[in-house]
């Protein structure tokens, strides 16, 4: 067992940074080369219709995962966590690459997930225990800067794979950019850390993926593969709740719940993760469907949809890292969760009157507008949430930040999925050419990757690209209803004086408020 230093210098803080940041960059890039590349990938293995599966487990994965990593790193240390993290990361990378069928991928790209969970949660937890939170605006800014990055390079990357190798490429890629992290953070990240008796709750967490499972797929297949009123959906939904419901009870009752029910008596936190939620949901809708709308919608290859996502890319970055610094000089962090999520909502507005003929002045500044917004939002509400917490919760405050966004997220796709096949399912066969034999059909049957509908004859694309874009409009239009609701809760955040002492170290004593100072200088 060690004990803590009583102060970090500056020169250690960038080290311990550069380390979470690789590690950061391997999760973010994940998430973005894949969207460039999801229409070939699902033309290549399946339909359009299990495209919101490929990113739907991951995302149920890495939400499952996140506060068990919390957990976890109290027994073992946060580095140790990060790393494992790393291992199970690359090795679903590599597995996803050499997938023979959807189901494959699918599967692969949950394990993926699970450390994906554990990358970001470890991050966030390593930068509230090192930096006091007046200081901790700029560095989760630069945190905001690397999704930001990731977020150009990995449409980017994926689209040059998808046009000039393979879309297995998009999951290789991860093996190097892995290792390298693997070797930072081994040589970099060594925080001390007071070990403590735990008791993981293994029983809770089953209940949690249980629960949150069963209604995925009860939104997944509900519309889409079975009528919502059939026993299964209705069953799918029924069971969902009663596991989530068995869940709260057994968190309730339990030594060290992975979500203690007494987090949400503070205010901060309980207003903040039913608004990680929202903004968790309402992102997606974004980001995920923009590249199918552009490659199929536009015409554009899939490396030209991965550039032209590059305005909202840096409004993310600007806002990010200009938010930090303003948090930092100001001490106040309350304004700009409210202005960004009135921003996203007018953004993601302008993103759903884009069509065809849509000039490209104006979907670069829809993007923009809608990336401003999102980059004044999800690290300040982890800020507001570390700032509020004792220093004994602080690894499960984070993780529930982490956890409620990535639930946000996965319902999003999920239901953000099933309204996209519900839009072409409903506007397909009224487009189409009279006499197209699947008019009377499966509609559905005629969207396949972006290369098979470009060869279809002209008037049935015509038809298909119409119905994309009505279905994707809706989409976007159920995004900013989600965002425009977040606007209107987030005026209820409180907003408290950010603390100037951190406690360095993986964790403090009960009851202790503060830790000690830390030299924290301008980066």
């Known amino acids: 067992m060690t004990t803590a230093p009583s102060q970090l210098t500056h020169r250690q803080i960038l080290l311990v940074f550069s380390g979470l940041m690789s590690g950061v960059l391997l999760a973010a890039l994940d998430q973005t080369i894949v969207s460039t590349a999801l229409p070939t990938i699902v033309g290549e293995l399946g339909g359009v219709d299990h495209l919101s599966w490929v990113v739907t487990s991951y995302l149920l994965t890495s939400t499952a995962s996140t506060p068990l990593y919390g957990k976890l790193s109290d027994l073992y240390g946060r580095k140790q966590m990060f790393q494992a993290a790393i291992v199970i990361f690359l090795v679903g990378s590599v597995l996803s690459g050499l997938s023979q069928d959807m189901a494959q991928l699918v599967a692969f790209r949950g394990i993926q997930g699970i450390g994906a969970g554990g990358l970001m949660a470890m991050a966030f937890a390593i930068i509230g225990d090192i930096i006091p939170p007046r200081e901790r605006g700029r560095y989760t800014g630069y945190l905001g800067s ?242 509020e917490a004792d220093p004994a919760d602080l690894g499960t405050t984070t993780s529930s930040a982490t956890f409620f966004r990535q639930i946000g997220g996965s319902f999003g796709v999920a239901i953000f999925g099933a309204v996209m096949t519900a839009g072409i399912t409903r506007e397909l066969p009224r487009l189409l050419p009279e006499g197209t034999p699947t008019s009377g059909g499966d509609a559905g049957s005629l969207l396949n990757s972006p290369e098979v509908i470009r060869s279809l004859p002209d008037g049935i694309r015509d038809a298909v690209v119409k119905a994309l874009t009505l279905a994707i409009h809706d989409v976007f239009l159920l995004a900013m209803a989600v965002l425009l609701v977040g606007f209107v809760l987030v005026w209820r955040l409180r907003e408290l004086p950010l603390r100037e002492t951190a406690a360095v170290g993986r964790n403090a004593p009960e009851g202790a408020a503060d830790g000690p100072v830390l030299a924290a200088e301008p980066i």
């Open 146 to 387: 690397v999704f930001a990055v990731a977020s150009v390079a990995g449409p980017l990357l994926g689209g040059l794979f998808v046009d000039h190798l393979s879309w297995r490429w998009v999951f290789y890629i991860n093996v190097p950019i892995g290792g390298a992290a693997m070797v930072v953070t081994a040589k970099v990240l060594d925080l001390p850390f007071v070990v403590r008796r735990h008791r993981v709750d293994y029983e809770g967490a089953a209940l949690l993926v249980a629960g949150v499972t069963t209604l995925l797929l009860a939104l997944v297949w509900g519309g889409n593969e079975y009528p919502w009123g059939s026993p299964l959906i209705i069953g799918l939904a029924v069971a969902g709740a009663v596991l989530l419901t068995g869940f709260v009870l057994w968190e309730g009752r339990a030594v060290e719940p992975i979500i203690p029910l007494r987090l949400f008596r503070k205010p901060v936190f309980r207003m903040s993760v039913i608004l990680s939620f929202v903004v968790g949901m309402g992102m997606f809708g974004g980001i995920i469907f923009l590249p199918l709308f552009l490659q199929v919608v536009n015409g554009v290859s899939a490396t030209n949809s991965g550039l032209l996502t590059l305005p909202m890319m840096i409004g993310i970055m600007i806002t990010s890292i200009g938010s930090g610094r303003l948090i930092t000089r100001t001490g106040r962090y309350k304004a700009y969760p409210v202005a960004g999520f009135g921003v996203a909502a007018f953004g993601m507005w302008m993103l759903s009157r884009m069509d065809a003929a849509t000039t490209p002045p104006y979907s670069s500044l829809s993007m923009f507008v809608f990336g401003l917004g999102i980059g004044l939002i999800s690290q300040v509400l982890i800020l507001a949430m570390q700032n």
